[in-house]
């Protein structure tokens, strides 16, 4: 035993030995070493030569402030937890505060509940839910009329019936019920989950229709318009941009209104609308329109409702018009048209008139609006989709896609002023216009001798530029100069027109380098075929393309 004890002693002994070495040796490191390295530095000091000197001028205040950083850090340390028990009693202070907040939280929750307690119990037979208080934060039963009362739904009271199920069960079905309820419908039963269509539908139950000129041609229909415009508005249009308008119509549901800023391409379908007393709506394109949500809306899942556009309502206001609506999509080319426009224009394309139709929501509820079938709303014949572009650096450029299936209506000056009686405006029905349009096919048939000089013209294209005429643009042809022709123009300039903007517009997007040659061939077989009076419009389009390469 005393072997151990002589061990342990000497062992802790050391230990000793050796933490007081170290303190004494940390002491002497940071505090009495001091007098000691200023000895060393003033022996060394004269004999160093300068890079020395400023050298070890450098060591020494590197020396220096390691103790001082650290204790700085303990000075710090020390004073923040002193100041954290001297701040005890704001702690507590904060904590009665909080206290406060939630007790007006729970206020405020009862005063909601009291105010749903007071809806439900005003349709009569039901006893007041009372508020369960802050219970209601803390256990998991929902309270309801049951469990809380300890009473049953009174029999016979099957709206309250409905109500208490949909709280009790959230059932999504009843959500909307409930929902109506509180927010005092006439009718507790019926969901307007489409609340700007089924204004429309109120609009329209009593509608007086006016009484329609069915009698009026084509030129008049035309004419009319220019007067119009001129005495009741104020705005002046050539002959020629009116029957190209007309005639655009006649030949695609949609047209692009494109030229220079300040010549009217919105005031043309708005003034050409309030012609037939029927004002056009105006949708201003962003930049940000991605998909069909930007314009037709979508259907929020939170509030069961759906949000409209006024697309959506001018698109389904149209199914009760008789007139001709337009809607318009000013700066249509600030965003992408292929995508946000892209299943209008698939829908467009369908060959029957009844598959003209779109998806908003894939069921039918009880009421919804009377012209939706089953979610989906119907794009009457009766409308026409008018667009307005300008080229600069803040715009898309329209893909030959959208061209193709648009009819593009350039408007690059202004018209003169001119005096005229104040003119009346036209009611006229969409299937009277359309009937003047078939009808202009009938008197007014393209001539064989100019059909001849088209295929020409088609077959120089094919050899020289590799550019055909697609089925859609030759349908267009057949549908345009007719109706050109019948609102007072000649039908060589219909064809002129359809050609430079058509089929000459695609070499803006064919970049080689052989172009410019052989566009000067190209207006000299024009001249020789058409002869060199007529045509004007295709070749200064020709010669307004070739400066560009």
């Known amino acids: ?24 040796s940390f ?205 009741q508005m104020g705005l002046y249009y050539t002959p020629e941009i009116v029957r190209r308008f007309v005639a655009g119509m006649a030949a695609s549901k949609l047209l692009i209104l494109e030229g220079i800023s300040g010549t009217g391409k919105t005031s043309l379908p708005y003034s050409f609308s309030r012609y037939m007393d029927n004002p056009a709506t105006i949708v201003s394109v962003q930049p ?20 409209e556009t006024e697309f959506l309502r001018a698109l389904y206001e149209a199914n009760y018009r008789k007139d001709p609506t337009l809607i318009v999509l000013d700066e249509m080319n600030l965003a992408r048209i292929e995508y946000y426009f892209a299943e209008m224009l698939s829908v467009l394309e369908m060959p029957s008139k009844e598959e003209w139709v779109l998806d908003l929501v894939p069921t039918a509820w009880e009421g919804d609006p009377v012209k939706l079938d089953s979610g989906k709303i119907h794009v009457s014949d009766s409308t026409w989709f008018i667009g307005t572009a300008n080229n600069d650096d803040s715009t898309f450029t329209i893909t030959d896609k959208v061209y193709d299936r648009a009819m593009p209506i350039e408007l690059n000056e202004k018209a003169d002023a001119f005096e005229c009686e104040k003119y009346p405006k036209c009611d006229i029905t969409a299937e009277h216009l359309e009937d003047l349009f078939e009808k202009a096919k009938t008197d007014y048939p393209i001539s064989d001798d100019l059909m001849e000089k088209m295929d020409k013209l088609d077959n120089y294209l094919i050899t020289r530029f590799k550019l055909s005429f697609g089925n859609r643009i030759m349908k267009q042809l057949y549908d345009f100069i007719p109706v050109y022709v019948a609102c007072g123009g000649s039908e060589i300039g219909g064809m002129d027109y359809i050609i430079a903007r058509k089929v000459l517009k695609k070499f803006e997007s064919m970049n080689v380098s052989f172009v410019r040659d052989e566009i000067t061939g190209l207006i000299s077989y024009i001249d020789k075929t058409f002869g060199e009076e007529e045509m004007q419009d295709s070749k200064n389009y020709l010669r307004r393309i070739q400066n560009l390469y």
């Open 27 to 231: 002491i002497k490191l940071f505090i009495t070493g001091w007098v000691e390295y200023f000895l060393i530095f003033k022996t060394y000091f004269p004999t160093l030569n300068l890079l020395a000197k400023v050298l070890s001028v450098l060591l020494m205040l590197l020396l220096i402030a390691i103790p001082v950083l650290l204790i700085i850090l303990l000075i710090r340390r020390i004073i923040l937890h002193h100041q954290l028990k001297a701040d005890s009693t704001d702690n507590a202070t904060l904590y009665r505060e909080i206290g406060r907040l939630n007790k007006q939280v729970l206020d405020l929750m009862d005063e909601k509940n009291s105010i749903l307690a007071l809806k439900v119990n005003a349709m009569g037979g039901v006893e007041r839910i009372p508020y369960m208080g802050a219970s209601a934060l803390t256990e998991d039963t929902i309270p309801n009329l049951k469990n809380v009362t300890g009473n049953e739904v009174p029999a016979g009271n099957t709206v309250a019936a409905e109500v208490v199920a949909a709280m009790e069960n959230k059932d999504p079905g009843k959500a909307p019920l409930v929902r109506a309820v509180i927010e005092g419908k006439e009718d507790a039963n019926v969901v307007h989950r489409f609340p700007k269509l089924s204004l429309v539908d109120a609009k329209y139950r009593n509608f007086q229709y006016p009484k329609y000129d069915n009698e009026i041609s084509l030129e008049d229909f035309t004419e009319g318009f220019r007067l119009f415009a001129a005495s």
């Open 1 to 24: 035993m005393s072997e151990f004890l002589k061990f342990a002693y000497e062992v802790l002994s050391q230990v000793v030995y050796n933490l007081v070495t170290w303190i004494a």
């Open 288 to 307: 940000s329109f991605r998909d069909r949500s930007e314009v037709l809306g979508y259907f929020n899942e939170f509030s069961k409702k759906f949000n």
